[in-house]
């Protein structure tokens, strides 16, 4: 079993829907939680970054942890299709090494 | 402008080739890291170092080779010994923050390999 599960998608919005991304885990020690946006033929770049559970929200993005059932969320709301890309997900016990999934594919349709 | 640099963009290595992947930041991060890509798997570390002169090996390490001489530079050689070397390579730099966690990862915008 992989440490972090992804559903690849692809994944096909109208513009201003609300996105939910999902990822699932089995180590019950990750503690660090990620999610990173992937444009094509581009390095990740950072979205969200949170530490044990809770939610944090920043403009667009809502991150989730749910720890008890080993589950993490992005959702987008209002999307545009500048959302556009792969989106990966992250996690880390204790920094030194971060276990990533395989990422989702958006696609906003305008 | 602070940021990651990997060169060149695109590489075409040759059968018995060895080949060097560049990877530079000015982010003053202690940890550098290199991944490879491929479409389907995720992201898979190679290696890792937490400080200059000093590195471990990844999941995927066999076949490549790094060193860390200076602090902002982090190359990664990919050896003939590598028989499956096509893929997106991504270098990645983190900072320590508090009790010495490492920071989320900052990345590159990748090498492309490909053999001839």
């Known amino acids: 079993q992989k440490e972090v599960e992804q559903d690849p998608g692809p994944l096909s919005v109208p513009e201003g829907a609300i996105v939910s991304l999902n990822c699932t885990y089995s180590n019950s020690a990750f503690q660090y939680f990620m999610w990173y946006r992937q444009y094509s033929r581009k390095g990740p770049e950072l979205l969200m970054y949170?530490?044990?559970?809770g939610n944090k929200e920043d403009g667009r993005f809502t991150a989730q942890v749910d720890k008890s059932s080993k589950y993490i969320s992005l959702f987008i709301r209002d999307s545009q299709p500048s959302d556009s890309a792969t989106y990966l997900c992250a996690m880390s016990v204790n920094g030194n090494q971060f276990y990533f999934g395989t990422g989702t594919s958006l696609t906003v349709i305008p | 402008d602070g940021g990651i640099t990997q060169s060149p963009k695109y590489l075409f290595r040759k059968e018995g080739q060895n080949v060097t992947l560049s990877c530079e930041q000015n982010?003053?991060?202690?940890?550098m890291y290199w991944y490879r890509q491929d479409p389907g798997q995720g992201l898979r570390l190679i290696y890792y170092s937490q400080i200059v002169n000093d590195f471990q090996k990844g999941d995927i390490a066999e076949g490549y080779s790094v060193s860390r001489e200076k602090k902002e530079s982090f190359p990664l050689t990919v050896t003939s010994a590598q028989k499956n070397p096509t893929a997106f390579y991504l270098c990645?730099?983190?900072?320590?923050?508090?009790?010495?966690?490492?920071?989320?990862?900052?990345f590159g915008d990748g090498t492309r390999l490909s053999i001839l």
């Open positions: 949170t530490y044990s559970s």
């Open positions: 982010l003053n991060h202690d940890a």
């Open positions: 990645a730099s983190s900072s320590r923050g508090r009790g010495l966690v490492n920071q989320p990862q900052h």
